[in-house]
């Protein structure tokens, strides 16, 4: 199974800031990684695929980069409403796998 | 609007049986691959099990092969996981969702607790 490596597992940022969450593949998955948010009482909600492409209804300040190994998930300018839990997860190869999760906290 | 409902989770001792539901609304149900998602308390994300659109095809974490199985009925437009043999480790929040390879849609989750 390819193994994600997340990092980092907490991150404290203020409204406005960006910030930049990473992903590590045990081994080159091209360019499919998803990213997710996970907040409570909400369900979770596909925000990235393929990399960068953004799924529809995903505001332009998430953008996501990287092939092969590596990959970054930035967002600029956070809203209060961007606060939670972001995981990263490959669909390049069965099973799809996860990353242990980013918790993005206000600072 | 995409909606996915679960339900049938709750209590269950180990060794024994419980099948989750989920009903699909908002969407052609039977063009869709789908899956089981779970997250054990204070854990990540761990894929489950994946449906082909045609129920043709489907594919088990090796953990869970042979105890869950995952089934579909178009008809209904309605997802099912049968757990059998239940452990403690199946402990978890089940979520529902669409597509194959990445998650695009995702049910609000039913908790499952496997205790004597």
């Known amino acids: 199974d390819v193994q994600m490596t997340q990092s980092p597992s907490n991150l404290a940022a203020s409204p406005g800031e960006s910030v930049s969450i990473n992903c590590k593949a045990s081994?080159?998955?091209?360019?499919?990684l998803a990213w997710y948010q996970q907040k409570p009482g909400k369900a979770n909600k596909l925000l990235i695929y393929?990399?960068?492409t953004l799924q529809s209804g995903t505001p332009s300040r998430f953008s996501g980069s990287g092939s092969g190994t590596d990959f970054t998930l930035t967002i600029r300018n956070l809203e209060p409403e961007d606060f939670g839990l972001y995981y990263c997860?490959?669909?390049?190869?069965?099973?799809?796998?996860f990353g242990s999760g980013t918790k993005l906290e206000i600072k | 609007e995409v909606q996915l409902v679960e339900s049938g989770g709750g209590l269950v001792q180990p060794g024994r049986s419980m099948q989750l539901s989920c009903a699909a609304s908002?969407?052609?149900?039977?063009?869709?691959?789908m899956a089981w998602v779970r997250q054990a308390p204070t854990r990540g994300l761990e894929w489950v099990a994946t449906?082909?659109?045609?129920?043709?095809?489907?594919y088990h974490r090796d953990s869970v092969k042979g105890r869950l199985t995952v089934s579909r009925d178009n008809a209904k437009s309605t997802l099912y996981l049968q757990m059998n043999s239940l452990r403690s480790e199946d402990t978890a929040t089940y979520y529902c969702?669409?597509?194959?390879?990445?998650?695009?849609?995702w049910g609000q989750g039913v908790m499952v607790t496997v205790s004597s």
């Open positions: 908002g969407f052609i149900f039977s063009n869709y691959g």
């Open positions: 393929s990399g960068s």
């Open positions: 997860q490959q669909h390049s190869e069965y099973p799809p796998t």
């Open positions: 081994k080159s998955i091209s360019k499919y």
């Open positions: 969702t669409s597509g194959g390879y990445y998650f695009d849609y």
């Open positions: 449906i082909s659109y045609d129920g043709s095809n489907t």
